[in-house]
């Protein structure tokens, strides 16, 4: 006979009524706690410009993400005044938590994220560097090995949109001629030797800036083949190569000064803000150096029209855009970023949720709706490449395809240093106006950046 | 072993008593070991308080040292002083860090080390520490020096010049420990100095001293605390398991009293019928029915149980007594049988001898007498045959014991030698039937005791006290004082019940009359059966009715 086992039912029971006193004690109150904990906000550097999209996001998409911004994201607002004092450099510094999330100028991110202030976004899952057309990626990313022991640069900055200077030029008149906008700074000054003569409007090959006239000049030098700062952040001017590079490059503007550029004495001129743009819509100048947001400037100026001198421009058709040029042989050309992107405060990041919340904010600042409505009503290049593919605004898509996505194109930041900038904005303005040989310039402001030890 | 002791140590009552006792300390002795865990309880609090409290500390340190910082960082000065120099901006540098530590209590001291050094690895350094502790020497004021720093502190300041921002992992090494300026908690925190044109200009280090005496002071009150928590709950436990104990003792006292009342009165009385004597049997069973059960169950059994066994016994006994007094007399009439048929014969013969006719003679006088003993032993038996009706009174007891002692020793072979002693008597009150048949019984157990050549002998006297004293005696074998014990206690053993109760039921008689019937040994041999009557009562005495 074969005896009934009990044992299976008898684990059965038992295993239920474990399950119901475990039921039980939750309701005694042995469960877990109600987190009470209110929801966190995490706090952002207030500017007026994403606020404007934000606001007309919320009116337009009717998205919860855009209507309850403020209460998910407490903007601090930092007054204008304090700007040229970086005082964030203050607060991250010293490891402060506040601001999590912080709009930063592409120089800026570049000097706080060799500090090790900022978060590495891609290996966190806070934003996938793919998304972001490559260029502008590698301009927001820095190398952070010395930090986080990892190879290779890390994207450390979300770019909204992709800004740097570029050379307009009078693309009518090229094809009129049958030319191809310049590659070279040779090619630059044989178009300009072979139309400036038949064209009596055109008062002037190429215009750049004579006030910051360095932000033109950094992808001038660096398509000579010069920087001022190594990858590590290192001052390397005063390098051979790089001195060459340097006097190579002002020598070349130099030459073109009187010719093909205005000279010494017809600088002044440009310096009031907006006359740069206003002598290119004119028809002044076959090339102008400017930054790529200056194609929305010049739409508008085309769309008032009325009550111009003859020659100015009629139609955005008139209108070509191209990397600046390179010295010969080199292989890439260079535009000096010019784009704000949103970083994390690494010293914020204290517990996971700091991370969802600056994915989240991310997310809204940088996404593609906020990018698409950037790019439709002021003009500003999509830096995700999703959004590009969406764009309808044709000035927009041509600035991109015709400078930013040319392969030989490369978006770096101007050194960091204020201090560096200065000089070197002092030596080109002595060196542009005649007082100075670009040798003696560079000279000059290699012993004045010299007497400062500590420069960073 | 005690029986009373016994069952004192093992009633139901005791025993429960005990268990709910031992139950009581098991838990106690579990409460109990809630202290320790409380201890651990306490000990991780204490830990997390610690933790939290340095973590807190910690935070304030950070956020007056960047405080501090935040106030250097608009000293445009600093980007101006040189080892050498001993401009205003020095003494102004020295006034500010003497009024930081000087007025904040918090601040312990303060130095600003240039991150730039010389050749000789020395940076520029202005400090000043207040220096409460005893042991230090005050410091006479704020100075500029050139000061070299060692091992991590070394690595540190190193670090922030070149990375310009704290290094939380270094930092915690240098901070932990006492210092030499004192013990305190330093904050390192990189100085930037804000110009409009050229941005935030790294100058070097801000070496902050926070006083940690205050957190000090707030952990050993905080450790005080938790002694007296501590001791406060082990006081505290105690009292209430003292207070709890002696109130669940106190209950369970009378809770178990009340429930084992009904089993404990219920086991006296029936406890009693040990040494209660058979005139107390109808007392006995009255106190049996007395017991309040009180609705239990199992008392209620076992008292019908005990009062059907108690109702059954009376009349068990009492076929017991007739039966034994039935087989007495059969036994006396079986040992008489011989002598019976002897006589008969001897009559049968005289009258054939004699004829009918009247004849006088000595054959004619033995006829006559042998018809006498034969009417005798008739006359005899007739009187205890019989079931006399049990009437008690004032009676002379001699004629009933000397037929006893008559039908007893019929038949008794001729080499036992008998004595027979009947003194004149007073009267006793009793029943004259019962006690001719506790005669009859000790007789009949003695004849049966009397070896073939023996001696039997029967004595019936005033006893001292003026009742009546009724002593048997009967020769043989040497008998224990145990042996004469088990003749009246025939249930003793009640494995080994004897053949006669004939002792015992003389001694319940004799009990019955207010007697006693002892039984000893002989010294000679064999033993001696002593039976006492009381003297009659006055109450028992005649008197003339009062008209």
């Given at each position: 006979?074969?005896?009934?086992?009990?044992?299976?039912?008898?684990?059965?029971?038992?295993?239920?009524?474990?399950?119901?006193?475990?039921?039980?004690?939750?309701?005694?109150?042995?469960?877990?706690?109600?987190?009470?904990?209110?929801?966190?906000?995490?706090?952002?550097?207030?500017?007026?410009?994403?606020?404007?999209?934000?606001?007309?996001?919320?009116?337009?998409?009717?998205?919860?993400?855009?209507?309850?911004?403020?209460?998910?994201?407490?903007?601090?607002?930092?007054?204008?005044?304090?700007?040229?004092?970086?005082?964030?450099?203050?607060?991250?510094?010293?490891?402060?938590?506040?601001?999590?999330?912080?709009?930063?100028?592409?120089?800026?991110?570049?000097?706080?994220?060799?500090?090790?202030?900022?978060?590495?976004?891609?290996?966190?899952?806070?934003?996938?560097?793919?998304?972001?057309?490559?260029?502008?990626?590698?301009?927001?990313?820095?190398?952070?090995?010395?930090?986080?022991?990892?190879?290779?640069?890390?994207?450390?900055?979300?770019?909204?949109?992709?800004?740097?200077?570029?050379?307009?030029?009078?693309?009518?008149?090229?094809?009129?001629?049958?030319?191809?906008?310049?590659?070279?700074?040779?090619?630059?000054?044989?178009?300009?030797?072979?139309?400036?003569?038949?064209?009596?409007?055109?008062?002037?090959?190429?215009?750049?800036?004579?006030?910051?006239?360095?932000?033109?000049?950094?992808?001038?030098?660096?398509?000579?083949?010069?920087?001022?700062?190594?990858?590590?952040?290192?001052?390397?001017?005063?390098?051979?190569?790089?001195?060459?590079?340097?006097?190579?490059?002002?020598?070349?503007?130099?030459?073109?000064?009187?010719?093909?550029?205005?000279?010494?004495?017809?600088?002044?001129?440009?310096?009031?803000?907006?006359?740069?743009?206003?002598?290119?819509?004119?028809?002044?100048?076959?090339?102008?150096?400017?930054?790529?947001?200056?194609?929305?400037?010049?739409?508008?100026?085309?769309?008032?029209?009325?009550?111009?001198?003859?020659?100015?421009?009629?139609?955005?058709?008139?209108?070509?855009?191209?990397?600046?040029?390179?010295?010969?042989?080199?292989?890439?050309?260079?535009?000096?970023?010019?784009?704000?992107?949103?970083?994390?405060?690494?010293?914020?990041?204290?517990?996971?949720?700091?991370?969802?919340?600056?994915?989240?904010?991310?997310?809204?600042?940088?996404?593609?709706?906020?990018?698409?409505l950037a790019a439709e009503t002021m003009g500003q290049v999509p830096s995700l490449v999703r959004a590009l593919k969406k764009v309808t605004n044709k000035e927009v898509l041509q600035v991109y395809n015709d400078t930013f996505a040319q392969k030989d194109m490369v978006m770096r930041p101007r050194p960091h240093s204020r201090r560096i900038n200065n000089v070197l904005e002092k030596v080109l303005d002595e060196a542009l106006n005649g007082r100075q040989t670009p040798e003696a310039a560079l000279a000059g402001a290699l012993a004045e950046l010299k007497k400062d030890q500590t420069s960073d | 072993m005690n029986t009373s002791e016994n069952f004192i140590r093992y009633s139901l009552r005791n025993r429960l008593f005990v268990l709910a006792g031992a139950t009581f300390f098991l838990c106690a002795l579990v409460i109990l070991l809630f202290f320790p865990l409380l201890n651990l309880t306490l000990e991780g609090l204490q830990n997390r308080t610690i933790n939290s409290m340095q973590a807190a500390a910690e935070v304030e340190a950070t956020t007056i040292s960047r405080l501090l910082v935040l106030e250097f960082s608009s000293l445009k000065g600093l980007l101006k002083v040189t080892p050498a120099?001993?401009?205003?901006?020095?003494?102004?540098?020295?006034?500010?860090?003497?009024?930081?530590?000087?007025?904040?209590?918090?601040?312990?001291?303060?130095?600003?080390?240039?991150?730039?050094?010389?050749?000789?690895?020395?940076?520029?350094?202005?400090?000043?520490?207040?220096?409460?502790?005893?042991?230090?020497?005050?410091?006479?004021?704020?100075?500029?020096?050139?000061?070299?720093?060692?091992?991590?502190?070394?690595?540190?300041?190193?670090?922030?010049?070149?990375?310009?921002?704290?290094?939380?992992?270094?930092?915690?090494?240098?901070?932990?420990?006492?210092?030499?300026?004192?013990?305190?908690?330093?904050?390192?925190?990189?100085?930037?100095?804000?110009?409009?044109?050229?941005?935030?200009?790294?100058?070097?280090?801000?070496?902050?001293?926070?006083?940690?005496?205050?957190?000090?002071?707030?952990?050993?009150?905080?450790?005080?605390?938790?002694?007296?928590?501590?001791?406060?709950?082990?006081?505290?436990?105690?009292?209430?398991?003292?207070?709890?104990?002696?109130?669940?003792?106190?209950?369970?006292?009378?809770?178990?009293?009340?429930?084992?009342?009904?089993?404990?009165?219920?086991?006296?009385?029936?406890?009693?019928?040990?040494?209660?004597?058979?005139?107390?049997?109808?007392?006995?069973?009255?106190?049996?029915?007395?017991?309040?059960?009180?609705?239990?169950?199992?008392?209620?059994?076992?008292?019908?149980?005990?009062?059907?066994?108690?109702?059954?016994?009376?009349?068990?006994?009492?076929?017991?007594?007739?039966?034994?007094?039935?087989?007495?007399?059969?036994?006396?009439?079986?040992?008489?049988?011989?002598?019976?048929?002897?006589?008969?014969?001897?009559?049968?013969?005289?009258?054939?001898?004699?004829?009918?006719?009247?004849?006088?003679?000595?054959?004619?006088?033995?006829?006559?007498?042998?018809?006498?003993?034969?009417?005798?032993?008739?006359?005899?038996?007739?009187?205890?045959?019989?079931?006399?009706?049990?009437?008690?009174?004032?009676?002379?007891?001699?004629?009933?014991?000397?037929?006893?002692?008559?039908?007893?020793?019929?038949?008794?072979?001729?080499?036992?030698?008998?004595?027979?002693?009947?003194?004149?008597?007073?009267?006793?009150?009793?029943?004259?039937?019962?006690?001719?048949?506790?005669?009859?019984?000790?007789?009949?157990?003695?004849?049966?005791?009397?070896?073939?050549?023996?001696?039997?002998?029967?004595?019936?006297?005033?006893?001292?006290?003026?009742?009546?004293?009724?002593?048997?005696?009967?020769?043989?074998?040497?008998?224990?004082?145990?042996?004469?014990?088990?003749?009246?206690?025939?249930?003793?053993?009640?494995?080994?019940?004897?053949?006669?109760?004939?002792?015992?039921?003389?001694?319940?008689?004799?009990?019955?009359?207010?007697?006693?019937?002892?039984?000893?040994?002989?010294?000679?041999?064999?033993?001696?059966?002593?039976?006492?009557?009381?003297?009659?009562?006055?109450?028992?005495?005649?008197?003339?009715?009062?008209?």
């Open positions: 006979m074969v005896t009934p086992r009990l044992r299976p039912a008898a684990t059965v029971s038992r295993l239920t009524r474990v399950v119901w006193a475990v039921l039980l004690l939750q309701l005694l109150g042995c469960g877990p706690s109600p987190d009470t904990s209110p929801p966190r906000a995490i706090t952002y550097t207030f500017d007026a410009p994403t606020r404007e999209l934000i606001r007309l996001l919320a009116e337009k998409a009717k998205s919860s993400v855009y209507q309850d911004f403020d209460r998910n994201f407490k903007g601090i607002l930092v007054p204008e005044s304090l700007l040229p004092y970086e005082p964030f450099v203050l607060g991250l510094s010293t490891e402060s938590k506040i601001p999590a999330v912080l709009l930063l100028d592409a120089p800026w991110v570049q000097r706080y994220g060799v500090a090790g202030w900022l978060h590495e976004l891609g290996r966190t899952d806070i934003f996938d560097r793919s998304e972001l057309v490559p260029s502008v990626a590698e301009a927001f990313s820095v190398s952070l090995t010395h930090i986080t022991g990892q190879k290779g640069k890390q994207l450390v900055a979300v770019p909204t949109y992709i800004k740097g200077n570029i050379l307009f030029y009078r693309q009518d008149i090229l094809k009129r001629y049958n030319l191809a906008p310049p590659r070279t700074w040779e090619e630059l000054r044989a178009i300009c030797r072979k139309v400036l003569p038949q064209e009596k409007s055109l008062k002037y090959g190429l215009l750049i800036h004579s006030t910051n006239v360095l932000n033109d000049f950094y992808p001038i030098f660096w398509g000579f083949g010069g920087q001022v700062n190594n990858d590590d952040g290192q001052f390397v001017l005063s390098d051979k190569p790089n001195a060459e590079a340097f006097v190579a490059a002002l020598k070349a503007l130099i030459a073109m000064q009187g010719s093909i550029m205005p000279g010494p004495g017809a600088l002044k001129q440009f310096d009031p803000g907006g006359s740069l743009r206003q002598a290119f819509f004119q028809g002044q100048t076959l090339f102008m150096i400017n930054w790529s947001t200056r194609m929305k400037d010049l739409g508008d100026l085309i769309a008032k029209g009325g009550g111009q001198p003859p020659g100015s421009l009629t139609s955005f058709s008139q209108v070509g855009v191209a990397p600046i040029p390179a010295q010969a042989g080199h292989p890439h050309r260079y535009s000096n970023i010019g784009s704000f992107g949103w970083a994390v405060n690494r010293f914020s990041v204290t517990d996971p949720v700091v991370i969802e919340h600056a994915k989240q904010f991310i997310g809204v600042v940088a996404g593609e709706q906020f990018q698409l | 120099s001993n401009t205003e901006t020095d003494q102004w540098i020295k006034d500010l860090l003497w009024e930081k530590v000087t007025f904040n209590e918090i601040i312990e001291g303060v130095e600003l080390i240039q991150g730039q050094k010389d050749a000789e690895g020395r940076h520029l350094t202005y400090l000043f520490y207040r220096r409460e502790a005893p042991e230090l020497k005050p410091m006479p004021g704020p100075q500029k020096i050139m000061k070299s720093f060692q091992g991590l502190e070394k690595d540190l300041i190193n670090s922030i010049t070149t990375q310009q921002r704290v290094d939380n992992t270094i930092q915690e090494s240098v901070n932990r420990g006492p210092k030499a300026e004192g013990e305190m908690l330093l904050r390192y925190m990189p100085v930037h100095v804000l110009l409009a044109d050229e941005g935030a200009v790294f100058w070097g280090v801000a070496k902050i001293g926070i006083d940690t005496n205050r957190m000090r002071q707030l952990l050993l009150i905080q450790s005080q605390e938790q002694t007296n928590i501590r001791w406060n709950i082990w006081v505290e436990m105690i009292l209430s398991l003292f207070i709890s104990g002696v109130l669940a003792m106190s209950l369970i006292y009378f809770w178990v009293r009340h429930i084992t009342e009904p089993l404990r009165t219920l086991s006296m009385v029936t406890g009693a019928l040990q040494g209660a004597k058979p005139e107390d049997f109808d007392l006995w069973l009255e106190n049996l029915k007395r017991v309040d059960a009180q609705g239990q169950a199992e008392v209620v059994v076992i008292q019908k149980v005990l009062e059907r066994l108690g109702t059954a016994v009376p009349k068990l006994g009492q076929r017991l007594i007739d039966g034994e007094a039935r087989a007495c007399l059969g036994k006396v009439i079986a040992r008489g049988l011989p002598v019976f048929q002897a006589r008969q014969a001897q009559l049968q013969a005289l009258e054939q001898e004699l004829g009918h006719g009247e004849a006088t003679g000595p054959a004619h006088q033995t006829l006559t007498l042998v018809r006498a003993r034969i009417d005798m032993v008739f006359d005899d038996l007739s009187h205890l045959w019989s079931d006399p009706k049990d009437q008690w009174d004032r009676i002379d007891v001699t004629p009933g014991l000397q037929r006893a002692w008559r039908l007893a020793t019929i038949g008794l072979p001729a080499e036992v030698t008998q004595h027979q002693e009947f003194a004149p008597l007073p009267p006793v009150w009793g029943s004259e039937a019962k006690l001719t048949l506790a005669g009859l019984y000790l007789l009949a157990f003695a004849v049966d005791l009397v070896p073939p050549a023996g001696e039997l002998g029967i004595k019936v006297e005033t006893s001292p006290a003026g009742g009546v004293r009724l002593t048997v005696w009967v020769s043989g074998n040497p008998r224990s004082d145990a042996e004469c014990q088990g003749w009246l206690n025939p249930f003793g053993d009640p494995g080994r019940i004897q053949g006669s109760l004939g002792p015992a039921l003389a001694a319940a008689i004799a009990s019955q009359h207010r007697g006693s019937l002892t039984v000893a040994p002989r010294e000679s041999g064999g033993a001696v059966f002593s039976l006492e009557l009381p003297p009659l009562a006055a109450s028992q005495e005649p008197h003339e009715p009062v008209i």
